[in-house]
């Protein structure tokens, strides 16, 4: 049978947060942050690899970074990354991934005589049967083979149902930095839909599937710390972890509904995607969208959207400090990345030097110490959202020199 | 009329107290601590240009380091670095020397004639008529003009007079890393003798000169702080800068006196020194020397001790808290040596990266933060004498990779 899943990685993030060890020409997603020779970009491919082929994913980036993407993933061919000429936001990036792939389609079944050259676009076509997971490309997840579990679990739904599917993290502490999804009803409570095992390489019961997938209460983005304190009390809030999956019809539809003027733009284009002529028209058009994310412009608006629970070790690496949560520490709690470490009187430190260097800390505490390519950055932990004004400041101060 | 006055540069030691800026292959004396582009060898060399041609000069170091000091001082001969087989501190580190501009001022006698090549060594006859300055080649001096004057007029008291002569520099604080001088008597009210110009560009009056030595009273090294607020409050001590004038008679009789073993030692090499055997002999007899200052071994208990008080801005810059000291601060008073900085909530630090890159500090006091050559060090800066033993461990753990 063939294989019908896809992925968009989104990949244009800047992540300034963690200056200076991410900077504008190499911002986190590119980064091995643990020293395992892997950035979290490769980590993120590798990481959907058993569940299509390599042609099966793109990547929606910023021109400045394709260089490096097509380096750090050899076998991806320059047409699967996608460059927005503009920052638009989530929404935008994912119409026109979406776009790209249904175009791709189209194209291969034209070639494949399956269909007229002139025939307009119509979802119910079988070339449209495709399920499609969209995920960041700069989050750090630690139990692979959960993920895998959960997410062949999502593409079982989602392969039955034309639905918004969103990966819930169960929370662990009242994170203020992330957004919180509440979950209502199970889904099998209102639907009698039993799931159905696409083709997978295990059966799925009922309670590996759709048993465990809710419908959606309320979406909210970074509570204040006594909220999300309630929200993790509750037992009802899960984290939103930006991974995605809908199959084609259902984001389509999402689209034509919730962002038509964008939803226009984009099939105004149908004939063109997948062919020579995308990038032109990707150039003229796209800076022409709102700036909107998806959550805001279909998540939250939408009828059919669900979340399945998942547990597999997730961070969106937003900070130092959650880098500094899940790795390693010493007995005196301290984090040393990438380089040699000594500690006198120190403690609940997060270190990174450059690999092979040697940091000597003495009577330091709760901080981050920071170095990367002639920056070195000495912060205390509880500051770290003060780094984003610093890096606008040093800009302002040396132009790109240090950014 | 001939120039007579001769310098001896040390320049063997390690300074491991500014590590990681200072390394072994690349002590403090060989460092542009202040980004002036001349390092506190090179300033030192410098200093003595105006009183004497370079060739009066010789440095005394170890022959790891003779290749360094030829690179930065190219006007320098191959045999004017004395290379001390082994560290045996200053008394037989300045017994070389003396012994080496003897026994050149020797040679260049028996090749014009003047002397025969068999006479027995005879410190009576002119070639020995030779004014010597001991300089240690690390310390800073700010005022150079100053210290031209105070030297001129040292090196006419020598002239004049068999004696042992200090500089001994007025504390500005009582710190307990120096060792002090307690002055006694002016020399001019037991002597009636007069200072000479000896050809200077500008005449000595005797307030400039022997007006201002004293006599002796003791010498205390290292004294803890009650005693050296004690001492700085008296106004009877003065800081010992191991800054020595005297001439060829006085420091070879001072030897014979006090050091009776080691000054024979060097005696039976007379007719070597400054000839192609002097290397061997020093290889083969140096390290027999004991390991001796020439404070203790000789200036505590030669009579013919005095002191010139000085004041030309001297530090021994024995540690990174007397470079915080004497560094240019900012309105938060941290020091910024070499690399741009930016400070938020910080202060008190000393912060010295590499030219050319950036140091963020925020939420930072009192501390040093000094990187080199693969290695940062943060420590608080009243830690700093901690350093030593960081070093020492680092050794341990690593090898000699970091230090």
Redesign the interface.
């Known amino acids: 049978m063939k294989n019908n899943n896809f992925c968009v990685i989104m990949a244009g993030g800047i992540g300034s947060r963690f200056w200076?060890y991410s900077r504008n020409n190499k911002p986190k997603q590119f980064l091995d942050f643990f020293g395992t020779g892997r950035s979290l970009l490769q980590m993120t491919v590798d990481r959907f690899r058993p569940l299509m082929p390599i042609e099966h994913i793109v990547v929606v980036t910023n021109v400045a970074y394709r260089e490096q993407i097509l380096e750090q993933i050899p076998d991806m061919k320059p047409e699967q990354v996608l460059c927005e000429p503009a920052r638009r936001n989530t929404a935008p990036a994912i119409a026109y991934a979406v776009a790209h792939i249904k175009g791709t389609l189209r194209q291969e079944a034209i070639a494949a005589g399956a269909l007229d050259k002139d025939a307009p676009m119509d979802l119910s076509h079988a070339y449209c049967d495709a399920n499609i997971i969209v995920a960041p490309s700069d989050h750090l997840i630690l139990n692979e083979e959960e993920f895998q579990r959960v997410v062949r679990c999502g593409l079982d739904f989602i392969g039955a149902h034309d639905s918004l599917l969103t990966l819930g993290m169960k929370p662990t502490r009242p994170e203020t930095g992330y957004g919180y999804i509440q979950i209502e009803d199970r889904f099998a409570e209102r639907s009698s839909n039993d799931c159905q095992t696409a083709g997978a390489e295990r059966p799925l019961t009922l309670k590996d599937c759709a048993s465990d997938i809710y419908t959606v209460k309320t979406f909210t983005e970074k509570p204040n710390l006594e909220l999300a304190k309630v929200f993790v009390e509750s037992g009802e809030f899960l984290w939103n972890s930006g991974i995605f999956l809908w199959n084609m019809r259902a984001i389509c539809s999402a689209f034509r509904s919730f962002l038509p003027d964008m939803d226009r733009l984009f099939r105004s284009g149908a004939t063109v995607f997948g062919t020579a002529g995308e990038e032109a028209f990707i150039q003229e058009k796209f800076p022409t969208c709102p700036n909107i994310s998806i959550d805001y412009g279909v998540l939250e608006k939408a009828q059919n959207v669900y979340v399945l629970p998942a547990d597999f070790g997730w961070s969106d690496l937003g900070t130092w400090g959650s880098l500094y949560d899940l790795s390693e520490k010493d007995e005196q709690k301290n984090v040393t990345l990438h380089c040699?470490a000594?500690y006198?009187e120190s403690e609940s430190n997060v270190v990174t030097?450059e690999s092979?260097?040697?940091?000597?800390?003495?009577?330091?505490t709760d901080?981050i110490?920071a170095?990367s390519d002639?920056?070195?950055?000495?912060?205390?932990k509880d500051?770290e959202q003060?780094i984003r004004n610093?890096v606008t400041?040093?800009t302002e101060?040396?132009g790109g020199?240090?950014s």
């Open positions: 200076p040699e000594m006198y030097l092979g260097k040697l940091a000597v800390i003495a009577g330091l901080m110490v170095e002639g920056v070195l950055l000495i912060c205390p500051h003060n610093i400041e040093v101060k040396y020199k240090y």
